[in-house]
T-cell receptor, first 115, second 114 residues
Framework: DTGVSQDPRHKITKRGQNVTFRCDPI?????LYWYRQTLGQGPEFLTY????????KSRLLSDRFSAERPKGSFSTLEIQRTEQGDSAMYLC?????????????FGPGTRLTVT | AQSVAQPEDQVNVAEGNPLTVKCTYS??????LFWYVQYPNRGLQFLLK??????LVKGSYGFEAEFNKSQTSFHLKKPSALVSDSALYFC????????????FGAGTRLFVKA
């Protein structure tokens, strides 16, 4: 399967702990996105990379959140000092780059539960 | 600021009947519009998009959507619903003049009854 993969699929952590999620995009996709989805809501944009450059970041992303995409391949999303409000599904998506608006391909998500 | 509204939390339709899932949007520039579908325990899947050109766009699984600039709408349609179409549908918009941030609606659950 050459789709977008995410690891882990589920993560349970205690409040105050740090967590890190990984996303492997489709290999030829230059663009990578992170979203957060809570029950009953659509995906909420967190951040966007083109290759290794983080070009856009939501104001919703507090300083406890950080994302990287070293070498423009896989990406990691880290949440420091987790809070119960961070419990959500974290989605990664990738797309081709170019002037056209290409559709995004989503991974299965990482479900985070903060206890 | 960009925004998307899906006014119906749920749409119920009988199998074989036409279906419409509504979406309205707001952007500063020209919109790029998308529909995605989420089946239970599966990731979001792309259905179709409008970038420019013909206002009626066709996508996967027999779905189509009509872009209406004056009404700022992008309703999803299918002439004949299948039980297997039952899923959660998301409308999304990106402003052509402002970065790559994509805004998703809250979703509409489609229930097709046999």
């Amino acid at each position: 399967d050459t789709g977008v993969s995410q690891d882990p699929r589920h993560k349970i952590t205690k409040r105050g702990q740090n967590v890190t999620f990984r996303c492997d995009p489709i290999s030829e996709h230059n663009r990578l996105y992170w979203y957060r989805q809570t029950l009953g809501q659509g995906p909420e944009f967190l951040t966007y990379f083109q290759n290794e450059a983080q070009l856009e970041k939501s104001r919703l992303l507090s300083d406890r959140f950080s994302a990287e995409r070293p070498k423009g391949s896989f990406s990691t999303l880290e949440i420091q000092r987790t809070e119960q409000g961070d419990s959500a599904m974290y989605l990664c998506a990738s797309s081709l780059a170019g002037l056209a608006a290409y559709e995004q391909y989503f991974g299965p998500g990482t479900r985070l539960t903060v206890t | 600021a960009q925004s998307v509204a899906q006014p119906e939390d749920q749409v119920n339709v009988a199998e074989g009947n036409p279906l419409t899932v509504k979406c309205t949007y707001s952007v500063s520039g020209n919109p790029y519009l998308f529909w995605y579908v989420q089946y239970p325990n599966r990731g979001l899947q792309f259905l179709l998009k409008y970038i420019t050109g013909d206002n009626l766009v066709k996508g996967s699984y027999g779905f189509e959507a009509e872009f209406n600039k004056s009404q700022t709408s992008f309703h999803l349609k299918k002439p004949s619903a299948l039980v297997s179409d039952s899923a959660l549908y998301f409308c999304a918009v990106r402003d052509s003049t402002g970065g790559f941030k994509t805004i998703f609606g809250a979703g509409t659950r489609l229930f097709v009854k046999a």
